[in-house]
């Protein structure tokens, strides 16, 4: 029998430390340009900062945590799958949730990762603008993202 993925809303404060391991293991496979120190300096702040800013959706298979979507207003500000679950569908279900139940239409994506830059262009997003930093002021450019038509997704 074929697990089934769910999509629900996060279970609040007592499921963040899950949700921050899913967070670093897909930042240790998808975010090389990260340096050491960034990427420790982020992840100091996820629970206490970050987790609570968004309304978190959560992805289960059987039970148990691999993907999570936080969405601010109409901005998608993360989409992290468990590195061990990459590739099976869990952030396209992820992002269809958010774009469908909370009218997500932006998204920013790290220029150097760009592997999730495609992802967000086939799902129908295109660039409308640059950063040369993160929201943080780090030397890491953002590209701003749009939903172009939500009907051309695949």
Known sequence: MKA?????????????????????????????F???????????????????????????????????????DTSLEMLFVDATHRGGGIGTALLAHAIDTQGVTTVDVNEQNVLAAGFYARQGFVVVGRSETDEAG?????????????????
Do not use: C, K, M, N
Request: glycine residues 4%; aromatic residues 8%; charged residues 25%.
């Open 4 to 32: 089934q993925l769910r999509i629900r809303p996060t279970a609040g404060p007592s499921e963040y430390p899950a949700l921050a391991a899913i967070w670093r293991s897909s930042v240790d496979a998808t975010h090389d």
């Open 34 to 72: 990260l340096a050491d120190a960034d990427r420790d300096a982020i992840e100091a702040r996820l629970q206490s900062d970050y987790f609570p800013a968004v309304t978190l959706s959560v992805a289960e298979i059987d039970g148990r945590p691999v993907g999570f979507a936080g969405v601010h």
């Open 138 to 154: 780090r030397p890491y450019p953002l590209l701003h993202l749009r939903l172009s038509d939500p009907a051309s997704r695949d």
